[in-house]
């Protein structure tokens, strides 16, 4: 009977699983399904379900999942979880289980990912075995890094999304003046997330740097999620106070962008990931981004030369803990 890896992206909303033939690699998978999260009680009913009748051996199995991992346990970031990888392991005939933090498993992915997985903003000039730079905008903001060990790039989480916000220019200056009396501490993520988009709004609104046409503000008052409306506003009815807002959040991305660069050395290059990013192709003006991104002194020239890529393949979380299950048994 053929063994199989099982891995999975458990996110509060949706969790994702998928099974990858021993002998194919993490780049094809098989019967990859989609579950709602919140309709169980734990993640070991879900992958009892997936699993079902499918008569399969389960090699390995590895999950990527929002929130810190210790010690082989971790409590959910967004759903009323605590998941052990002991208990995971009678879900699969007691095969080997690894939880992983979700940035973790996403920079595992990195040095798999080909050409058309990513978007290109700075083709710059790659060192060999650099280190290589994750910076994730989604919901939140995560951060990771990976670095060569001799043989393979090695990943290292990281928190420093929830380093202290610091402006680099007047207009970031009056934004940092204008959340202090809001908020006790602003981090990089207060301001570079997609909880962070509607603040960045509301500071262009009140600044009185646009005007907030009728339309939009009667569809954000009773938005649930109002940045698919910003996203929209900005993209196809071309309003100044949506186009400006996201201009805020990139110009802050490409400065976190370059400051996880020079903390880790990412001569190999920084990648972009999490949800926000690719919906930010075709917003994103590759010079300006890259004036932001240099924006560092008398290391200019060194940022000059460091790739900066947006991930466009889907689901890497679930591609990145595959990957780490394979990088494992090889």
Known sequence: MKKYILAGDIGGTKTRLSLYAENTGP??????????????????EIVIKYLGNKNINILSASFGIA?????????ATNLPWVITEDSLRSTVDNAPVFLLNDLFASANA??????EDI?????????????????????????????????????HPSEGGHCSFAPTNLDQVNLLNHLIPKFD????????SGNGIPGLYAYIKESNQAAEPEWLRKELETASDPNPIIFRAAREEKEAI???????????????AANLALKVMATGGVYLG???????????EP???????????RFDALLKNIPVHIITKPNSALFGAACYVFDAIK
């Open 185 to 192: 501490h602003i981090s990089f993520e207060r301001v570079c």
């Open 119 to 155: 978007h290109t903003i700075n083709k710059g000039i790659p060192q060999g075995e650099g280190a290589l730079g994750l910076v994730s905008p989604g919901t939140g903001l995560g951060e990771a890094f990976l670095t060569w060990n001799g043989e393979d790039y090695q990943a």
């Open 110 to 115: 990195l040095p798999h990912l080909n050409p």
């Open 67 to 75: 929130g810190p991992v210790k010690d082989g346990r971790v409590e």
């Open 27 to 44: 780049q094809s998978p098989l019967m990859e399904e989609t579950f709602s999260s919140k309709a169980f009680g734990s993640l070991e």
């Open 274 to 284: 999490g949800g926000i990013p690719p919906r930010l192709i075709g917003l994103i």
């Open 287 to 297: 010079d300006k981004f890259m004036m932001a991104f240099i924006n560092k002194g």
């Open 242 to 256: 949506a186009q400006k807002t996201l201009a805020l959040f990139i110009e802050i991305l490409a400065n976190e």
